[in-house]
Every structure is written in C-alpha cells, then in structure tokens.
C-alpha cells in the first residue's frame, strides 16, 4: 500500500510548501520497497479493533498503527533500543517514509516509551 498525500483542502497551509518524501527518497531502497509491499492496510484492521481509540482514562488520541509497528520493525530489525530508534527515526527519511509520513518530520510524534506501552 502506497502512501497518500492528503488533498489539498485537508492540508494545513504550512504544508503545500513542504517537500514530499516520496520525491525526495529513492523509490528503489529496500525500506522504501518494502513499505510499499507490506500489508499496513490489513495491520491496521488487524490491530486497531484491539486497541483503544484513545489512551486509557480519556488522554491522547492513540498514536497510529503503521508508526509504531513501523518503529517496532525497524527496532526489531537493526537491533535497537527504544530510544535509538527514535533517534534514527528523526534522522532518516527512509525510516519516516516507511512507517507512512508523508513529509519530513523534525519532531517525533510519540516518545520512547511509548513503544514500551504499546506492546
């Protein structure tokens, strides 16, 4: 599943100046492929009718699915703790690409323990 980029109307203005990262990244790296080959949409199925819309006790939204499994792959697979994947995440737009961000993020959306919580 190919990511999307929010029509214009659903944009905030800040981003219509944004570079998409799908322009910016090589389609052809492996994390890149393999994003585009992985099945988030039935994950998402899968997962999100287990899990809480929001944190328990009212609270935050919950963070989206394809971020942290995206993260727990990522961590799983280059043997990394919770916190130097967050690390590498903020740093690299293959890793944002892959777990479905569609610009450059600067800040990441969640902490590191929430990779810990959300298991």
Same mark, same amino acid.
């Given at each position: 599943?190919?990511?999307?980029?929010?029509?214009?109307?659903?944009?905030?203005?800040?981003?219509?100046?944004?570079?998409?990262?799908?322009?910016?990244?090589?389609?052809?790296?492996?994390?890149?492929?393999?994003?585009?080959?992985?099945?988030?949409?039935?994950?998402?199925?899968?997962?999100?009718?287990?899990? *809480?819309?929001? &944190?328990?006790?009212? %609270?935050?939204?919950?963070?989206?699915? #394809? $971020?942290?499994?995206?993260?727990?792959? +990522?961590?799983?697979?280059?043997?990394?703790?919770?916190?130097?994947?967050?690390?590498?995440?903020?740093?690299? *737009?293959?890793? &944002?690409?892959?777990? %479905?961000?569609?610009?450059?993020?600067? #800040? $990441?959306?969640?902490?590191?323990?929430? +990779?810990?919580?959300?298991?």
């Amino acid at each position: 599943m190919r990511t999307r980029r929010p029509a214009a109307e659903d944009r905030p203005a800040d981003e219509l100046f944004r570079s998409w990262l799908e322009n910016q990244i090589d389609l052809r790296h492996p994390l890149a492929r393999l994003s585009q080959r992985m099945p988030w949409t039935a994950l998402e199925q899968a997962l999100s009718s287990r899990l *809480p819309a929001t &944190q328990a006790g009212g %609270g935050r939204p919950a963070l989206p699915v #394809r $971020l942290i499994a995206g993260l727990l792959y +990522l961590k799983h697979a280059y043997d990394l703790s919770d916190e130097a994947v967050c690390e590498r995440w903020l740093e690299s *737009p293959y890793w &944002q690409f892959f777990t %479905g961000e569609v610009v450059f993020q600067t #800040r $990441l959306p969640c902490d590191a323990s929430s +990779l810990t919580r959300w298991r």
